[in-house]
């Protein structure tokens, strides 16, 4: 049974994407261009996503707190690469209480300004450090094409900002933060990550270095998912963040920042969904399992609701479907909605002392003891599916990796059968510009676990190449 | 010992507030002007708060959506009375992507508007009734005169908004949610509230009926603390709101909406906060106990990480401070952050057998056995405190409700003691204007259980009186 409001992935991807998005009840397009309305199943998506990432940063030492919404111009002037780079994106409020406003102020786009300014009014002395804060907000980044979740023009995000004493400390943090979110990809959203340092042209403005987490969808386009920086002490000194240092005297310290945003509500759709609609892995899923009873029968509803009691009570997410819909109804419903185990629960099954378990991921139906402990069966399941969803996607990311040395490789590669290109490179922006050309495919992120061998070209220019890069045609 | 960072509070209540609010590390302000920073002891009672009301929410059926911060000035204006209320404290979104923008856009003051459009385009059928939606947002209304968590230009909040197929459903939602705001100032920050209808004056602009909570400060100003509006079929006609109803005929929805900010942070803060700083209701703390050790000593030591443990087993949210200050500082800064019990253990003591709880509230230590089931003893302490700083804030409240028949009597209340002033009123308009003249006194709802008696006349201008209205002086 195909979902008719769903375009087959292979047909179209776009637009099946654009469909999913829309049956699920994920997100709508509003009647404010460009912004979306989060329904309440893509909601309560981010919210699992959030309480699961909030708790490990806390669990590392952070701290939350909340910045102004909007940065006066004066004050993002302060550090030219952040302004230069966000300009063209930003959007002013430029009148307010009536009146003109004497400064214009930008809705932020990222706050390593605001955070900034209030370290450098509040750090004292190097006892105060490190100083691990996080906030969890909205943005504005005015982009020309939208699209839910991929590229809005406010999308609802963490920023992480820390200060620390020495470069030692702050580099572990961005890295440990990439790792954070490496976990959070591949071991409860079941997305295997390329994680690795981007190149000068690709990093953040205003960073120092820009460490990446990407991710490849089904239709092979590679996602930034995530992202750590280093700012070494480039922001310090823009904004004048000055402590007592042990030598008891006057440092700049070293900055972080990290962060990832709904847009990996995308990345899940895009590598785990299907023609049926929405795949959740089960660690992820807001409503892990739908008891569904078949038929009006006072045995299958009592049945139904000990199973809900019994798998409730051991903390599994799981609710039941009593409405008067048909079986079938209700099965692509639940089905759109990425639930990831159904328990189906009818007379003739009960008869023969049956129960019913469909997994989403690959749709397969078990049929179970009636009297077997269901907590148990269901958690070993919903085991079962993540692992399967992350084998599903890892092999997939196996099979689009490719080692290329030619430009006309990759152009190949790049129009037909998309992917991860692995290719040798210069290090000149020009060369990346040139690779730009074919589909728009950009470095990801420079391998540096390889060490570049004599012979090793560039595979833009031919001439000796500095770094192996990752390559993809970017969303 | 008294702390010398705070103010007292009965020399200078706006000075202690601003001193508590700094000293406990909750906010401060910005150098943009009218906002503030939630710092990390600030925005942890934040999390708490939104923790226990979106639990609550959600197990009354409610779902979280998220819609876009910035409204088209032209879906504003679509209804009225919002706009003319809103317009003046407006910020103004002008210019985006690098050019000015065609239309105007304000950051959403409140969100009527955007959940109004999203409904038009989704509701169908009353089978799609009711629909039970909230957000956490943050909102702009550009104050002039600007007070941490009080009155700021941005503020965070949460605002409910619901469609039902019936009057009496919807008004039935209306004192639902208000009373589900009364339990929570009650039950989790122990301050007690009045509750009511707010006059035609004071209404929210576009609703029928406005629901307020209502709390008195320890100085006796009236905080509006949280508010619950029924808008009938406004903005549902406004929007172009309709469904196909039971009789299969077209049909507008009846609405509401209602909400609560961090300006409950401040009427915690200003309800309970003592000379030494800030004091929090056991179930509100995210720091519910500090285990202190007394000098370095391993069998005190030893002692302290079992209390420690045997608490956070417990689900207690505890934590010990083992830094190298001295205990006294350690007892200052604790009670400055308001941490409800602090938990003393020192080699003396332990040589005699014993250990020290010392309640925030009163300040009080009390001695246990220090072989004493420590879980149970802490949950009755903190049990005790709840009620008695609800009981204290009550027993203040009654002290300040006075009943007066003549404007010199509320004079008089007002200047030198204010509080909770009860007096009949004619229902003009023209004489709550005339009350504000008072200090500005305004009045806080109708006692809708007060039935009006021949006699009974308007304490401005004499004339028969309609309602019995509690005045307040408004912070």
Known sequence: MKNKAITPRDEDF???????????HLADYSNVKGFM????????????????????????????????????????????????????????????????????????????????????SHLQSYRDLPLLYNQWANVIRWEKETKPFLRTREFLWQEGHTLHETEEEARKETLQMLDVYKKFFEEVLAIPVLTGRKTEKEKFAGAEETYTVESLMYNGFSLQSGTSHFFGQKFAKAYDIKFVNRENKLDYPWQTSWGVTTRMIGAVIMVHGDDNGLVLPPRLAPRQVVVVPIGKDE??????????????????????????????????????????????????????????????????????????????????????????????????????????????????IMSNNPGYVRACWCGDPACELKMKEIRGTKSRCIDETYKVKAGDKCVVCGKPAKYKVVWGVQY
Chains 1, 2 share one sequence.
């Open 299 to 412: 045995e299958v509803n009592a049945k139904a609701n000990e199973v809900l009691a019994a798998l409730k009570a051991a903390g599994i997410r799981a609710f039941a479907d009593f409405s008067e819909k048909s079986p079938g109804f209700k099965f692509a419903e639940h089905e759109v909605n990425g639930i990831p185990v159904r328990i189906e629960i009818g007379k003739r099954d009960l008869d023969q002392g049956l129960i019913t378990l469909a997994r989403r991921d690959t749709r397969e139906k078990i049929n179970v003891p009636a009297g077997s402990d269901i907590v148990t069966e269901v958690n070993a399941l919903m085991e079962q599916i993540q692992k399967n969803m992350f084998e599903v996607a890892k092999k997939r990311n196996a099979e689009k990796t490719y080692e290329c040395t030619t430009l006309s490789e990759i152009e190949k």
């Open 37 to 120: 309305v989060i329904e309440p199943n893509g909601y309560a998506i981010w919210e699992m996503m959030q309480s699961i990432l909030d708790a490990e940063f806390k669990r590392l030492g952070h701290q939350n707190v909340y910045m102004p919404v909007l940065i006066p111009e004066s004050l993002l002037n302060k550090e030219a690469e952040l302004i230069e780079g966000f300009a063209p994106e930003g959007a002013w409020v430029t009148r307010a209480g009536g009146k003109e406003l004497e400064e214009r102020m930008m809705f932020r786009p990222t706050s390593e300004t605001l955070f900034s300014d209030y370290y450098a």
């Open 14 to 24: 776009a637009k099946w994407y654009s469909d999913v998005v829309r049956a699920a």
